[in-house]
């Protein structure tokens, strides 16, 4: 008897998914996942205060000084004040702190041609050790000469903001005051600006003769040191807090003990500013410093997740798609 009917189709061979679309996949759901974690676990780490730190910034403009010599006070002077930042690299990979050696030198045109710190009209040196992550000052690793306080000192914290920040002032002795004053541009390189002063304020007591501070008639009196500043001027870069470019006007003078009026101006400077040279060079370190962090918490999560999508999709159609055994896709 013979069988009627058609005889069944072959089944349909299944579809499975290709190496190459497991592959794109992949890659793509990789970037997916590495994008994220550049802005919130990468970054974070690479915004550190650094500190194998070498920078000289100098400062200058005109003013007075007291001349020891002739014990008058001349004016129309240049004064140049130079500041060497050197990190201490041992101390701060022991400690985990940014650890720096600074340097100050105030020179006026005799002193500055002797090109010796000692012979400077007046020299003081620290030792600064900051949080590397919030500028935060930290009283460890032989912090001299006191302990510091304040927001910034040699720098601003990272991803500065437009606020009030308390600057450590070293001849004051104490934090200063910094308000933000809008934006500006230096050597063509966009920066915050900070402004505040310093009122007159007794820093401490000298030996010197009584006719000096009007006492004829007492032979060596302890007159007292008052200081002020009555402009200053900073302006971090946004991202690094590195300072640009920066500008005080300091006033340093002796009073009679008791006395409301100055009696001998120590050092007088009117808008003592970065030069030129130290503008660019600051600017040129804040540019590198600034790109690399930009680089890790925008270029690079914003690609990661571009191509990332891109690779992804086709991925996921390649694999919907699939392919039949020995066939092309």
Not at 21 to 40: E, K, T
Not at 90 to 112: E, F, I, M, N, Q
Not at 123 to 140: E, K, L
Request: proline fraction near 7%.
């Amino acid at each position: 008897m013979r069988e009627s009917g058609n005889p069944a189709a072959p089944a349909a061979a299944p579809r499975t998914a290709s190496p190459l679309s497991l592959i794109l996949l992949g890659a793509g759901v990789f970037l997916l996942v590495l994008a994220p974690l550049l802005v919130r676990y990468v970054t974070p780490r690479a915004a550190r205060t650094p500190v194998d730190v070498d920078v000289t910034t100098v400062f200058t403009g005109t003013g007075s000084y007291f001349d020891t010599g002739s014990l008058t006070t001349r004016n129309g002077q240049r004064i140049t004040i130079t500041r060497h930042v050197l990190g201490d690299v041992a101390a701060s990979g022991k400690s985990g702190r940014a650890v720096w050696d600074v340097s100050t030198t105030v020179d006026t045109p005799p002193t500055l041609a002797l090109k010796d710190p000692r012979r400077a009209f007046q020299w003081t040196t620290g030792r600064w050790v900051t949080d590397r992550a919030s500028n935060a000052p930290v009283h460890c690793c032989g912090e001299a000469p006191t302990r510091y306080d304040g927001d910034a000192y040699l720098k601003f914290p990272f991803d500065v903001q437009k606020k009030t920040y308390r600057w450590w002032d070293d001849t004051l002795g104490a934090a200063v005051p910094l308000r933000f004053a809008g934006t500006t541009r230096v050597q063509g390189y966009p920066g915050y600006r900070f402004t505040g002063t310093v009122p007159a304020t007794r820093t401490g007591s000298r030996q010197v003769p009584g006719r000096l501070v009007g006492r004829p008639q007492q032979g060596q009196i302890q007159a007292e040191e008052w200081y002020a500043n009555s402009s200053i001027t900073l302006v971090a870069d946004q991202r690094t807090g590195r300072i640009i470019d920066a500008s005080i006007s300091p006033h340093k003078t002796l009073r009679a003990p008791g006395s409301r009026h100055d009696a001998v101006t120590l050092l007088r400077g009117r808008d003592l500013e970065f030069t030129p040279a130290t503008q660019r060079a600051q600017v040129g370190l804040a540019k590198a410093d600034s790109g690399k962090l930009a680089l890790v918490g925008r270029t690079l999560p914003a690609g990661a997740a571009a191509a990332g999508a891109v690779l992804a999709l086709a991925g996921g159609l390649l694999v919907v798609r699939g392919r039949r055994p020995g066939g092309r896709i």
